[in-house]
């Protein structure tokens, strides 16, 4: 948006939304800041994202030095394996439900007020649909969040960082039509079967990162 926040690309904010995601839900020191290797997986991974991405290590690494440019990443020096860190906090000024909010908007891009209020409490309680609102309004004050369509339950907001021309294709894409919210029961439960598998690709990442600081 012209008068807003620089646009970013779908893989910066891919990367972005991992990077805040990881450092929200992580439980262990060793998985934020990121390494380029758990970032790619987050990156691709299948649940909680919109659309899916196939980014190699390449991308991604790219990607951060783009972000990095914009005093949104960075690298963290010193440890055996490169790691990074996102700069969000520092350059958005949001707060922490706010950036949780952020979160799912640059890893799944426009959705409801239901599903976003539901999808974001993972990372920080959102009691109810007003509460949402109220971080809602002061997100759009701060031009990070902009209503593609208003009115009630058939509301749409996505973040601040399209470019002019897709954030009129999302506007046309959403100016009429219902909305299909997801049940609450799956955002709540997401599927075992592949929340399983995706906690494997990322301990067979830490593999390969071991196997890395052992040859050194």
């Not at 909010?101 to 974001?120: F, I, M, N, W």
């Not at 993972?122 to 509460?131: C, E, G, H, K, V």
Request: aromatic letters at 4%; a negative charge.
């Amino acid at each position: 948006m012209s008068d807003g926040f620089q646009p970013l690309t779908q893989d910066q904010r891919r990367v972005l939304g991992v990077l805040i995601e990881k450092q929200k839900t992580s439980k262990s020191p060793d998985a934020y800041p990121m390494t380029l290797n758990s970032l790619t997986t987050g990156c691709n991974q299948k649940s909680n994202r919109e659309p899916v991405l196939e980014l190699n290590d390449d991308d991604v690494e790219e990607t951060l030095i783009e972000l990095n440019k914009q005093i949104l990443t960075q690298k963290i020096q010193g440890g055996r394996v490169e790691r990074w860190r996102h700069l969000a906090y520092d350059v958005w000024k949001a707060t922490q439900v706010e950036m949780a909010v952020l979160a799912e908007l640059l890893l799944r891009g426009p959705q409801s007020e239901g599903d976003l209020r539901g999808r974001a409490s993972r990372m920080n309680d959102i009691p109810d649909l007003d509460q949402l609102r109220e971080l809602l309004k002061s997100l759009v004050e701060k031009k990070l969040v902009v209503y593609l369509r208003t009115g009630g339950r058939g509301a749409i907001v996505t973040h601040g960082f399209h470019s002019a021309a897709e954030l009129e294709e999302e506007r046309a894409r959403y100016a009429s039509g219902a909305v299909v919210e997801a049940p609450r029961s799956r955002e709540a439960t997401p599927d075992k079967y592949q929340e399983l598998k995706e906690e494997l690709e990322l301990l067979k990442a830490r593999v390969s990162e071991l196997e890395t600081r052992l040859k050194h």
